[in-house]
């Protein structure tokens, strides 16, 4: 769900397991999606991204999921690792201009 | 791999100044973005800005801030009359020939205003 301030959600895995973070959209119109990994004193790091006539694509040790018709992106990550620890933000174009709107972000703590 | 570059890391400024943050996206990108976060929020647009020109500008964007390409490899943020409420990370990105490709995002800038 969405957060406020430091508040943020927060998914914690043991090293080794999968890690699922979900992330509800906000406009049907929106066409374009990317998940960023942020790690503290950084910028957003690109993941991976997906157009709107996909519903799944897969990277290395990654997959996002798109579900159009619940506004709903998942990313999926196997066999996280402590270097997977960080805040993940999924960002959406709102399919008319370039700008990217960010979701509040979850934060995932990796635990040996 | 190229990278987005933002300088200075940490600028602190008394308010009322202003302050001209700097970035040099991606050498053959062509649209630049700026984005704001404050400490423990989400990322926030602010503007994108392709062939010399602003092309979108979120609500936050207002007269108090400009943009400019001074020349063939840097993107500024200029912010004039600085508030306390403009402390927060500053965040240029860019990405290539047009929408619906990644956004790279550089370190980002921390602004502090006393």
């Known amino acids: 769900g969405e957060s406020v301030g430091l508040h943020l959600p927060t998914l914690s895995v043991q090293e080794g397991d999968n890690s699922i973070i979900n992330c509800a959209y906000s406009n049907s119109a929106s066409d374009y999606f990317i998940w960023y990994k942020q790690e503290s004193g950084k910028g957003p790091q690109f993941i991976i991204d997906i157009r709107s006539n996909m519903d799944k694509r897969q990277g290395q040790r990654v997959t996002v999921l798109l579900n159009k018709t619940v506004k709903h992106l998942s990313l999926q990550i196997a066999a996280t690792q402590p270097g997977d620890s960080a805040v993940y933000f999924c960002a959406e174009n709102l399919g008319n201009n370039n700008d990217m709107r960010f979701g509040a972000g979850t934060r995932l703590t990796v635990k040996p | 791999e190229p990278e987005v570059t933002q300088t200075p890391s940490h600028q602190v400024t008394q308010m009322g100044q202003e302050v001209i943050l700097r970035c040099v996206p991606i050498s053959n990108h062509l649209y630049f973005y700026w984005y704001r976060q404050i400490l423990g929020q989400k990322v926030e647009f602010l503007v994108s800005f392709y062939n010399n020109e602003i092309s979108e500008k979120s609500e936050i964007f207002d007269d108090q801030f400009s943009v400019e390409r001074p020349d063939g490899s840097n993107f500024t943020l200029k912010i004039r009359s600085t508030k306390l409420e403009d402390s927060a990370m500053y965040f240029c990105?860019?990405?290539?020939?047009?929408?619906?490709?990644?956004?790279?995002f550089g370190d980002g800038t921390r602004l502090s205003i006393l």
């Open positions: 990105a860019s990405s290539e020939v047009s929408r619906n490709q990644p956004q790279h």
